[in-house]
């Protein structure tokens, strides 16, 4: 019934611990659990951390091992924050134009102080029209001063989602070229007049 588990970084040594197996596990279906700042209680002292790594039993629901990384108020961190993609069904391209929404991304690394750490990013898809895309750049206003997505950091805005018309499968495709051929091919003329019929053989008559 219980997880072992690590905690470490900042000053102070790496320590062992043991969590109870049914609380942790239902704490980690919930999504702020894994992109935000912990209390976890050690001998009655509490220490802010993250989650970073854990390991699941190959088939059963059952958690193995789970670390934990100490967070320091004045040094900056590096996490994953998940995407919350919202009002894409009110997209005119979508509503009206039967375009798609394709998500290239969901989720993004940020440096950041502890305590100006999202819980997720809102990506707001009512503006897109067909074959535009929501990238990173256009994001940055929600994060405090002097929090950053690593990816712009290093030069690269990449694209989070983006909204496009279905593509046609490869039979529908086929099908439709078939048809349009069909349609330019000249009609093939009809003969003027009939052929002739082939006169009929008599038959000999039966000997009696």
Known sequence: GKVPGVVYGGEKPAEAIEIDHNPLFHAMRKEAFHASILDLK???????????????????????????QRVEANREIHIRVPFHFVNADISHAVKFGGAIVSHVMNDVEIACLPKDLPEFIEVDLSGLNVNESVH?????????EGASFYELKHGNDISVAAIHLPRQSAAEAATEAAEAAAAKAPAAKAPATAPAAA??????????
Do not use: C, N, W
């Open 136 to 144: 990173l750049s256009q994001l940055t206003s929600q994060l405090a």
């Open 42 to 68: 050690i001998d009655g002292a509490l220490q802010p951390v993250l989650l970073r790594d854990y390991q699941m039993h190959a088939f059963r629901q059952q958690i193995q091992h789970i670390d934990f």
């Open 199 to 208: 006169p009929m053989t008599k038959l000999p008559e039966p000997l009696l």
